[in-house]
T-cell receptor, first 112, second 110 residues
């Protein structure tokens, strides 16, 4: 089944403790992206990647890092999480120029 | 930048009723998708529909790109249709970014 897999689904952590949210897709898509969703602010893009080793900032990149060492994986790294990063996070992938986006199931992160 | 507006913002239906959700966008787009966000927060892809009409069971969608709007039709609604419906457009540019509409919150009552 074609899908985007995110882990974990739920995470509660403390301020300053580094964490990684994993994202993997099995559709051989070139493009991958991270979004966060907050009440009243909608979905905002954090980072995106056009292909392996090609990443760039989205609208709200502060406090986040990403890497794209393999085509299928696009982890989101929070080096020093803060409470304002409490949010619902989505990973997505697409084939550039063809078809639509496929989203992962989401990761609900709480930073206390 | 491009504006994506959805209407109505909220909708309450009785089970079995039909509804039409609208998405207006302010500029030409390369792609348009409809998503359903269920009460558990998952974003479910309903339609990839840059133009034309598609149907999937009780749901159908129509996009008139030249007039910059899209419609999502839900027929014989069920309680499991509850949630937020988003349209999202792929705006021209190097980032390939999806821009989401404001959403329609649908509640289907038994």
């Amino acid at each position: 089944e074609a899908q985007v897999t995110q882990n974990p689904r739920y995470l509660i952590t403390v301020t300053g403790k580094k964490l990684t949210v994993t994202c993997s897709q099995n559709m051989n898509h070139e493009y991958m992206s991270w979004y966060r969703q907050d009440p009243g602010l909608g979905l905002r893009q954090i980072y995106y990647s056009m292909n392996v080793e090609v990443t760039d900032k989205g609208d709200v990149p502060e406090g986040y890092k990403v890497s794209r060492k393999e085509k299928r994986n696009f982890p989101l790294i929070l080096e020093s999480p803060s409470p304002n990063q409490t949010s619902l996070y989505f990973c997505a992938s697409s084939s550039l120029g063809l078809g639509g986006y496929t989203f992962g199931s989401g990761t609900r992160l709480t930073v206390v | 930048g491009i504006q994506v507006e959805q209407s109505p913002p909220d909708l309450i239906l009785q089970e079995g009723a039909n509804s039409t959700l609208r998405c207006n966008f302010s500029d030409s787009v390369n792609n348009l998708q409809w998503f359903h966000q269920n009460p558990w927060g998952q974003l479910i892809n309903l339609f990839y529909i840059p133009s034309g009409t598609k149907q999937n069971g009780r749901l159908s969608a129509t996009t008139v790109a030249t007039e910059r709007y899209s419609l999502l039709y839900i027929s014989s609604s069920q309680t499991t249709d509850s949630g937020v419906y988003f349209c999202a457009v792929l705006y021209g540019g190097a980032t390939n970014k999806l821009i989401f509409g404001t959403g329609t919150l649908l509640a289907v009552q038994p």
